[in-house]
């Protein structure tokens, strides 16, 4: 079970929209619609802005959106803000209900 | 609205047993709506999902860590606890406690996290 591969860092300019790639395998992303993505500030508690690859809990803002193909999920943020600066995590089900997380997005607006 | 609160060692020496427990508060630890975890995040690394524990008792574990992981859970206290043996340095960590909602197969409440450091 190996850690889903993401960019280490993604920048934009405010308004802007950025995508935040998310690669596993066959065994996760690739045979579940089950990729969630995490806002995390460190020092703070993640918070969940996508479910089951592309809906969002109540109270995120539709500025986020996501999807799959094949073994990448992504996440894109349209209309950057400054408040969107974090890091991003995208976890996958990876079948008997184990879980594998990426490897982080640090995003940076400029 | 559930919330989480870890608590246990900030400090715990190599080879020994790191214990941590989670206060579960705004909802009961036996509901079937839930399964009950916990995630790790050493120093400059990413999110590791550590394993979960459902109502009725059935744990599930990280393969890399299966060996040395055990989750319980204790109803009357509405709490449930983790338990990694022998650790290393490699074992430093924040660690959150996790709630999974079963509807939609994702963590939607995390603990604050406490930092949990193997050292002699």
């Known amino acids: 079970q190996s850690a889903l591969t993401q960019p280490a860092s993604v920048s934009g300019s405010p308004g802007q929209s950025i995508t935040i790639s998310c690669s596993g395998t066959?065994?996760?992303?690739?045979?579940?619609?089950?990729v969630s993505w995490y806002h995390h500030h460190p020092g703070k508690a993640p918070k969940l802005m996508i479910y089951e690859g592309s809906k969002r809990p109540s109270g995120v803002s539709s500025r986020f959106s996501g999807s799959k193909s094949g073994t990448t999920a992504s996440l894109t943020i349209s209309g950057l803000q400054a408040e969107d600066e974090a890091d991003y995590y995208c976890c996958s089900y990876a079948g008997s209900t184990t879980y594998v997380f990426g490897t982080g997005t640090k995003v940076t607006v400029l | 609205q559930l919330q989480l609160q870890e608590s246990g060692p900030g400090l715990v020496k190599p080879s020994e047993t790191l214990s941590l427990t989670c206060t579960v508060s705004?909802?009961?630890?036996?509901?079937?709506?839930?399964?009950w975890g916990w995630i790790r995040q050493p120093p400059g690394k990413e999110l590791e999902w550590i394993g979960s524990?459902?109502?009725?008792?059935?744990?599930y574990y990280n393969p890399s860590l299966k060996s040395r992981v055990t989750i319980s859970v204790d109803t009357s206290k509405n709490q449930f606890s983790l338990y990694l043996s022998s650790v290393t340095a490699a074992d430093t960590a924040v660690y959150h406690c996790?709630?999974?909602?079963?509807?939609?197969?994702?963590?939607?409440?995390w603990g604050q996290g406490t930092l949990v450091t193997v050292s002699s």
């Open positions: 996790v709630v999974l909602v079963t509807a939609i197969v994702s963590f939607d409440y």
């Open positions: 705004g909802g009961s630890i036996s509901s079937s709506s839930y399964y």
């Open positions: 524990i459902y109502y009725s008792g059935n744990t």
């Open positions: 066959s065994s996760d992303v690739g045979s579940y619609n089950l």
